[in-house]
Nanobody
Framework: QVQLVESGGGLVQPGGSLRLSCVVS????????MGWYRQAPGKQRELVAT???????RYSDSVKGRFTISRDNAKNTVDLQMNSLKPEDTAVYYC?????????????WGQGTQVTVSS
């Protein structure tokens, strides 16, 4: 069984920084593209950033230049460094991974971690 577990959320003042981490555990063959998504109250879940196994990254326009996604393939982790945080970044942040279990490749989600940006 594959599990994704996020950590690192919390309360931060505008302009501050947070680092989110996600670790993948369980039985699988390979982790392909990983990403971070977020969902604010009353809104749909949206893409924040993705990173391929080879390290190619993509960001939403709203976070470009402020957030950095990275991964460690040996440790099965993906991180999101968030700088210059704004109140509109407040949301539950979810880790996602396209994971090949040897039988099939599909997307898996973590349980989410709350990020609140407020003074």
């Amino acid at each position: 069984q594959v599990q994704l577990v996020e950590s690192g959320g919390g309360l931060v003042q505008p302009g501050g920084s947070l680092r989110l981490s996600c670790v993948v555990s369980g039985s699988f063959f390979r982790i392909d593209t990983m990403g971070w998504y977020r969902q604010a109250p009353g809104k749909q879940r949206e893409l924040v950033a993705t990173i391929t196994r080879g390290g190619s990254t993509r960001y939403s326009d709203s976070v470009k230049g402020r957030f950095t996604i990275s991964r460690d393939n040996a440790k099965n982790t993906v991180d999101l460094q968030m700088n210059s945080l704004k109140p509109e970044d407040t949301a539950v942040y979810y880790c996602n991974g396209n994971i090949n279990t040897g039988f099939a490749t599909r997307g898996y989600w973590g349980q989410g971690t709350q990020v609140t940006v407020s003074s």
